[in-house]
Nanobody, 129 residues
């Protein structure tokens, strides 16, 4: 069964850090680009970051302007997991964070969400004092 499971969310104070994980089962993440998206209460889902597949010579990562310099996406193929390191968190980063897998290996679907092939159920991040 193909599955993506996010973890690592929680309550953090402004300025704090979290690391989200996106673990895959039933398929190998190496061949997929992985995107992170988020949806805040009452708002539409928005793209956060994307990392290209490990297959091939092109390695690519991109970020939404709102998180550039604060968030870092990475992957550990041995663990079949992609991470999103979030530093200097702000209250406006509060949202449910989702990861998604894209068969287009160079984040071809990102930042749009309709082209992603598999989705996790999300993990809640709350930034509040």
């Amino acid at each position: 069964q193909v599955q993506l499971v996010e973890s690592g969310g929680g309550l953090v104070q402004p300025g704090g850090s979290l690391r989200l994980s996106c673990a895959a089962s039933g398929f190998t993440l190496d061949y997929y680009a992985i995107g992170w998206f988020r949806q805040a209460p009452g708002k539409e889902r928005e793209a956060v970051s994307c990392i290209s597949s490990s297959d091939g010579n092109t390695h690519y990562a991109d970020y939404a302007d709102s998180v550039k310099g604060r968030f870092t996406i990475s992957r550990d193929n041995a663990k079949n997991t992609v991470y999103l390191r979030m530093n200097s968190l702000k209250p406006e980063d509060t949202a449910v964070y989702y990861c998604a897998a894209d068969q287009d290996p160079i984040c071809g679907s990102w930042p749009e969400d309709y082209g992603m092939d598999y989705w996790g159920k999300g993990t809640l991040v709350t930034v509040s004092s």
